[in-house]
């Protein structure tokens, strides 16, 4: 088994399904949640790790996800991914009639990534949304690195992957039915937050960037729609990511 994010973006729009094991990962903890068994119980626990040193940010909450699944995976077969934005470059392809392969449009979006993000998407795993006629497409990289690691840690646990998904992606799935058609979706979690704007329904802007702390999330919401640049200030701002394993939860169906 391998994993890739071939179908990750593809797959806007599509709720999680809550059977199985539900994993968040990102620099400082990982996630995880089960759905009600045949005990009646739901779980759900939020494992803090240390920031990496000498190794990819990810590789902490990869060894202590290792060590959670003897326990959380028993039982499971299959498992619910959800990526850190941290670990995630996303970047907004604009519509080209010229450019209708698919390979075509992969290469326009690395393309684009590469010239917003530079060296550091090189070799990344690449994902691309199919957008409607006439709109731009949602592309988003990880390191591939990140996962041939999760691949060899769920595969020892040997659990079935049903979905990764990059933490936007999730959180747009979970909104999508009450955000406003010329609204923002603002996603918050520690140490980055996480826009995408909407105009007329179709994505408009999308942007994700490092921040201090939470109390400054105010002021970084605030600036960052500034520099996004819209045509128009956003109709409402929803909010995504509060709560714990909030991550590893969201998108789920009740």
């Given at each position: 088994?391998s994993?890739?994010?071939?179908?990750?973006?593809?797959r806007?729009?599509?709720?999680?399904?809550?059977?199985?094991?539900?994993?968040?990962?990102?620099?400082?903890?990982?996630?995880?949640?089960?759905?009600?068994?045949?005990?009646g119980?739901?779980?759900?626990?939020?494992?803090?790790?240390?920031?990496?040193?000498d190794?990819?940010?990810?590789?902490?909450?990869?060894?202590?996800?290792?060590?959670?699944?003897?326990?959380?995976?028993?039982?499971?077969?299959?498992?619910?991914?959800i990526?850190?934005?941290?670990?995630?470059?996303?970047?907004?392809?604009?519509?080209?009639?010229?450019?209708?392969?698919?390979?075509?449009?992969?290469?326009?979006?690395?393309?684009?990534?590469?010239?917003?993000?530079?060296?550091?998407?090189?070799?990344?795993?690449?994902?691309?949304?199919?957008?409607?006629?006439?709109?731009?497409?949602?592309?988003?990289?990880?390191?591939?690195?990140?996962?041939?690691?999760?691949?060899?840690?769920?595969?020892?646990?040997?659990?079935?992957?049903?979905?990764?998904?990059?933490?936007?992606?999730?959180?747009?799935?979970?909104?999508?039915g009450?955000?406003?058609?010329?609204?923002?979706?603002?996603?918050?979690?520690?140490?980055?937050?996480?826009?995408?704007?909407?105009?007329?329904?179709?994505?408009?802007?999308?942007?994700?960037?490092?921040v201090?702390?939470?109390?400054?999330?105010?002021?970084?919401l605030?600036?960052?729609?500034?520099?996004?640049?819209?045509?128009?200030?956003?109709?409402?701002v929803?909010?995504?990511?509060?709560?714990?394993?909030?991550?590893?939860?969201?998108?789920?169906?009740?």
């Open positions: 088994m994993l890739s994010l071939n179908d990750l973006v593809a806007v729009g599509a709720p999680l399904r809550r059977e199985g094991l539900r994993i968040g990962l990102a620099p400082d903890r990982v996630e995880l949640a089960r759905g009600t068994g045949g005990n119980e739901a779980r759900a626990a939020e494992i803090a790790c240390a920031a990496a040193v190794a990819p940010p990810w590789r902490p909450a990869l060894d202590a996800l290792r060590a959670a699944l003897p326990d959380w995976a028993r039982g499971a077969k299959r498992a619910h991914v990526l850190s934005n941290h670990f995630v470059r996303y970047v907004l392809v604009p519509w080209n009639e010229q450019v209708v392969r698919p390979a075509e449009r992969r290469l326009q979006a690395r393309n684009l990534l590469a010239a917003t993000f530079g060296g550091t998407v090189a070799g990344w795993e690449i994902a691309l949304a199919e957008p409607g006629y006439g709109e731009p497409a949602l592309a988003c990289a990880t390191d591939g690195a990140l996962l041939d690691a999760l691949t060899a840690v769920l595969e020892s646990a040997r659990l079935r992957v049903d979905s990764v998904r990059p933490y936007l992606v999730a959180a747009y799935n979970a909104a999508s009450q955000l406003d058609a010329n609204g923002c979706l603002a996603v918050a979690e520690p140490g980055r937050l996480s826009l995408a704007a909407f105009s007329g329904g179709r994505w408009g802007a999308v942007s994700s960037r490092r201090a702390s939470a109390d400054a999330l105010g002021g970084s605030l600036q960052e729609l500034t520099l996004l640049d819209l045509s128009a200030a956003p109709a409402s929803a909010l995504g990511g509060a709560g714990r394993c909030a991550m590893a939860m969201c998108g789920a169906r009740p």
